[in-house]
Nanobody
Framework: QVQLVESGGGLVQAGDSLRLSCAASGRTFSSYAMGWFRQAPGKERDFVAAIRRSGTITRYADSVKGRFTISRDNAKNTVYLQMNSLKAEDTAVYYC??????????????????WGQGTQVTVSS
């Protein structure tokens, strides 16, 4: 069992930066691949970024590539999402999630077993 708690969301202007954090409970955090997803109002939840348990392999949605960076600190049981050059279309509730590490970085929502409650990011234009 893994419990995830996101933080760091807020209201910013276009072009600003934010760093989201996701703190995980339990001593098995380092065995999980971690992902970030987001859900805008009236839309489905979409993949944003993911990182393998070692932290050496990452994957991004095309819409955030070059602007967002996912990282993790296994000693702190925390995964981060650094978001730069934010745009109005980045406005959404952001969720972190944990998946069994199968050896590849998965973008499929169904592969993630544990989810946080989400944190709101609002970008004004």
């Amino acid at each position: 069992q893994v419990q995830l708690v996101e933080s760091g969301g807020g209201l910013v202007q276009a072009g600003d930066s934010l760093r989201l954090s996701c703190a995980a409970s339990g001593r098995t955090f380092s065995s999980y691949a971690m992902g970030w997803f987001r859900q805008a109002p009236g839309k489905e939840r979409d993949f944003v970024a993911a990182i393998r348990r070692s932290g050496t392999i990452t994957r991004y949605a095309d819409s955030v590539k070059g602007r967002f960076t996912i990282s993790r600190d296994n000693a702190k049981n925390t995964v981060y999402l650094q978001m730069n050059s934010l745009k109005a279309e980045d406005t959404a509730v952001y969720y972190c999630a944990a998946s069994t590490d199968y050896g590849v970085v998965t973008t499929a929502e169904t592969e993630y077993r544990y989810w946080g409650q989400g944190t709101q990011v609002t970008v004004s234009s």
